[in-house]
């Protein structure tokens, strides 16, 4: 009977920000994963060393189980190892070592502006991947190939764990993939709140007739008054406006505010955060966009609803 290999793709949108802290941490959650695959990786060979001496039983051949095992690790599907952590930058330059803390140790990476982070473990038929890149949604990928199903649980469970510590929240996700479609939302409700607020010809004729029709009112009607207010009530109710009306029509004050406040915030929120690697020459990137995020969803908010709060109470 053959073996279920239980692949999984896990991709988590950016904008993921991460330090020599966070990727520390993720070095702690690494060196358990590669335990793990090890262990895999033997209790497949030890049960394929059974078969192969049992094979062996039955054509009469005689094998011991060290010469078994050093057969099955030869084998086409166990005999590939490979471990790397492999940092790129945007010009094409590498820096490649075979642990993350050796990465993030070395004097080298100080030199780059790291754009993709890519560490690959592999024991024969046993993988784990992570690939965290700046480009298109800067997403964050990982990918685990396990035999056995009590350790793919294990395994996902230690990275999962890292994941949900830093992974970005979900309103740091819209903000950075909904951007352009929040601007042209941000537009379409100003220009709505606008053609309410613009004091069109026909607004100011109506405040006028009402004004003329409370005077009228206020000391009582004539019969030639009468007749004159019942021709504004019908001009007013038809809404018909006089040709030779021609008033000019003031900038609602209300409305420029508006405008300008729709422009800043579209401004601000043109400054989206990005999948930052923040080693080397990208430190300062770090905490320039930690800093605004916090800004834009926290700060800026908290500081509109605390002044709402003194206006109102």
């Known amino acids: 009977m053959g073996q279920i290999i239980i692949p999984t793709d896990k991709k988590i949108n950016g904008p993921w920000l991460l330090d020599k802290n966070n ?25 394929k060393a059974e078969s192969k001496i049992e094979e062996y039983r039955n054509l009469g051949r005689k094998i011991d189980i060290d010469k078994a095992r050093q057969e099955i690790k030869e084998s086409y599907s166990f005999d590939k190892s490979e471990k790397f952590v492999l940092v790129k930058t945007k010009q094409g330059k590498q820096i490649k070592d075979d642990n993350l803390s ?28 992570l690939n965290v890149t700046t480009k298109y949604n800067g997403e964050l990928e990982t990918r685990i190939k396990i035999l056995d199903e009590t350790y793919f649980d294990d395994i996902n469970y230690e990275i999962s764990k890292w994941i949900e510590r830093h992974k970005p929240n979900l309103a740091t996700q819209t903000w950075s993939s909904w ?60 809404g018909y406006i006089p040709e030779t009306f021609n008033p000019e029509i003031p900038l609602n004050k209300t409305l420029k505010w508006i405008w300008i406040y729709s422009f800043i915030t579209t401004l601000i929120l043109s400054i989206v955060p990005r999948t930052i690697i923040g080693l080397g020459k990208n430190k300062w990137k770090f905490y320039i966009y930690k800093k605004w995020s916090y800004i834009v969803l926290f700060y800026i908010p908290g500081s509109i609803i605390s002044i709402l709060f003194s206006k109102l109470f």
Do not use: W
């Open 23 to 47: 990727l520390d941490e993720l070095n702690e959650a690494l060196v358990v994963i590669e335990e793990k695959i090890v262990d895999v990786f033997n209790i497949l060979v030890d049960k």
């Open 102 to 129: 050796s990465l993030l140790k070395s004097s080298q990476i100080d030199e780059f502006n790291p754009i993709e982070l890519r560490i690959h473990i592999q024991k024969g038929p046993c993988e784990f991947t």
């Open 179 to 238: 951007f352009p479609y929040t601007a042209i939302l941000i537009f379409l409700v100003t220009t709505f709140f606008s053609l309410k607020l613009v004091s069109s010809k026909g607004d100011i004729y109506n405040i006028e007739l009402d004004n003329q029709i409370s005077l009228l009112l206020k000391d009582g009607l004539t019969e030639t008054e009468t007749t004159k207010a019942i021709e504004m009530i019908l001009q007013r109710e038809s």
